[in-house]
C-alpha cells in the first residue's frame, strides 16, 4: 500500500522557516517526481515544488511564488522529501501535501499519488 505521510507543519511568525518532510512508502519511488502542493480554502490546490530525475540529473523546480525563498530536496535511501521554507508570509499560509507522479507536474488533477497534508499557519 503507498503512502505519503507529512510531517513538520505548525504555526510560525512572519519571517521564520520551516522544514516540512515526507516519507514515502509502499514502493520504489526512485524514478518517481515528489512534489508538493499546497491548498487554502476556496481555492485549487497549488504546485509549488517539485524534484524529479531528468535522465541526466536531478532537477527542481519551484513555483514563481517560492522561488528564491523554498528548497526541495530528497533523500532516495529513504524515499523522504523535504521542503525547506525561508523568509514565510501570510501568504504561505495552507495546508502543503506531499504529492508523487512519474512526471513531474505542475496540475494537481493527474498526480498518482498524495499524502494527508500538513497545516503551516503563518501568523503577522
Known amino acids: 500500500q503507498v503512502r505519503l505521510v507529512e510531517s513538520g507543519g505548525r504555526t510560525v511568525q512572519a519571517g521564520d522557516s520551516l522544514s516540512l518532510s515526507c516519507a514515502a512508502s509502499?514502493?520504489?519511488?526512485?524514478?518517481?517526481?515528489l512534489e508538493w502542493f499546497r491548498q487554502v480554502p476556496g481555492k485549487e490546490r497549488e504546485f509549488v515544488a517539485a524534484h524529479f530525475w531528468t535522465w541526466v540529473v536531478w532537477a527542481a523546480r519551484y513555483s514563481d511564488s517560492v522561488n528564491g525563498r523554498f528548497t526541495i530536496a530528497r533523500d532516495n535511501a529513504t524515499d523522504t522529501v523535504f521542503l525547506h521554507m525561508n523568509s514565510l508570509t501570510s501568504e504561505d499560509t495552507a495546508v502543503y501535501y506531499c504529492?508523487?507522479?512519474?512526471?513531474?507536474?505542475?496540475?494537481?488533477?493527474?498526480?498518482?499519488?498524495w499524502g494527508q497534508g500538513t497545516q503551516v499557519t503563518v501568523s503577522s
Open positions: 509502499g514502493r520504489s519511488f526512485a524514478p518517481y517526481a
Open positions: 504529492a508523487a507522479n512519474k512526471n513531474w507536474i505542475t496540475t494537481p488533477h493527474s498526480i498518482a499519488y
